[in-house]
């Protein structure tokens, strides 16, 4: 029985963390709060990861340590950094591959879907702090300190999963209610599963191929917000959805008052134009197909309708 080491408690931390448990690993998942699914082969601790020495000591003879952390947005540049060093260092003295949760900011604007070799061409801070990330785990992985790999999915669905479809559109559609966007409704989007990017994950953390890569999460074809909405329409009973494009000037100045929108403003990108995931090469080589989409959907609709635990 391995033990794994998760850093964050997310969505993607708690479904890796069941995801392993319920394989018959030992976890122990690290948040702030000590916070976290329970079950009785997940330890849960409360301490801060980006502590070097204290999350080398609670790395200690681990298999694997899964970076899940998403420090607040608007805290990346200065959050990340120290946490990401801790990281290192824990799976260097450890010797437990360090399997990271990334994202496709690093890509920038794409006009073709995008792989595995897709260039690196941040346009964001937010970008930037993540190819940074990825090259200094990469460096040390080429210096032969660590064993790193690194997992991207799109805007995820499922449990938990925050983005503007479940934030923005999701709450309206179910109330009956007119959903205002700031996207091209129209627009192609890869959709990722939380469940998925746990499995790959796992997959990635645990075979010796896929360290010193990148893999993209199994993510079904692309389909716009309108094509997504109506299918959560249908799923949940709910009226035809309503959907109107947000404006830019208004996305800019609901920026000037809230900091989270103000960081979406760089992202914006993702949702004006078409904005597709080729993950054909992790499908591949973990032999993960993508969960079907109305069973994403159904998760997520559970999720937001769910009274308090």
């Given at each position: 029985?391995?033990l794994h ?11 890796t ?16 709060r000590g ?6 082969a997940?330890?849960r601790?409360a301490?801060?990861?980006s502590?070097?020495?204290?999350l080398?000591?609670l ?7 899964y970076?899940c952390a ?21 799976a260097?003295?450890?010797g437990?591959?360090l399997?990271?949760v990334g994202?496709?900011y690093?890509?920038?604007p794409v ?16 970008g ?10 990469l ?10 790999t690194?997992v991207?999915?799109?805007?995820y669905?499922g449990a938990?999963?925050q983005?503007?479809?479940t934030?923005?559109?999701?709450p ?6 007119r959903?205002?966007v ?20 796992v997959?990635a953390?645990?075979n010796?191929r ?9 993510s079904?074809?692309?389909?716009s917000?309108r ?12 009226p035809?959805?309503?959907l ?7 996305l ?12 979406l403003?760089e992202v ?5 134009a ?10 591949a ?9 109305d ?12 009274g308090?635990?």
């Amino acid at each position: 029985m391995s033990l794994h080491v998760i850093v964050g408690a997310g969505p993607v931390g708690s479904a890796t963390a069941t995801l392993l448990a319920e394989r018959g690993d030992r976890v122990r998942l690290v948040t702030r709060r000590g916070s976290g699914p329970e079950h009785p082969a997940i330890e849960r601790i409360a301490a801060d990861a980006s502590d070097p020495d204290r999350l080398t000591r609670l790395a200690a003879g681990a298999t694997a340590l899964y970076n899940c952390a998403n420090p607040a947005y608007h805290r990346w540049p200065t959050d990340w950094p120290p946490l990401a060093h801790a990281l290192l260092r824990a799976a260097e003295h450890s010797g437990a591959v360090l399997a990271t949760v990334g994202n496709l900011y690093g890509y920038g604007p794409v006009d073709a879907p995008m792989t595995e070799a897709t260039p690196l061409r941040p346009n964001s801070v937010k970008g930037g702090v993540r190819v940074r990330m990825w090259q200094d785990a990469l460096a040390a992985h080429r210096a032969g300190r660590i064993r790193a790999t690194e997992v991207r999915g799109s805007d995820y669905l499922g449990a938990g999963a925050q983005t503007t479809l479940t934030l923005l559109v999701l709450p309206k559609l179910l109330a009956g209610r007119r959903a205002v966007v700031p996207a091209d409704l129209d627009a192609p989007h890869t959709w990722t599963y939380v469940g998925d990017v746990a499995r790959t994950l796992v997959a990635a953390a645990g075979n010796e191929r896929a360290w010193g890569g990148a893999w993209h999460v199994p993510s079904l074809p692309a389909e716009s917000i309108r094509q997504v909405a109506a299918r959560i329409a249908a799923l949940a009973q709910a009226p035809a959805p309503r959907l109107t494009r947000m404006p830019a000037p208004v996305l800019w100045l609901g920026g000037v008052f809230d900091p989270t929108v103000r960081e979406l403003r760089e992202v914006a990108y993702q949702f004006n134009a078409p904005f597709v995931l080729d993950s054909s090469a992790a499908t591949a080589l973990f032999g993960i197909e993508p969960t079907p989409l109305d069973d994403a959907l159904r998760e997520t609709i559970a999720a937001a309708t769910a009274g308090p635990a």
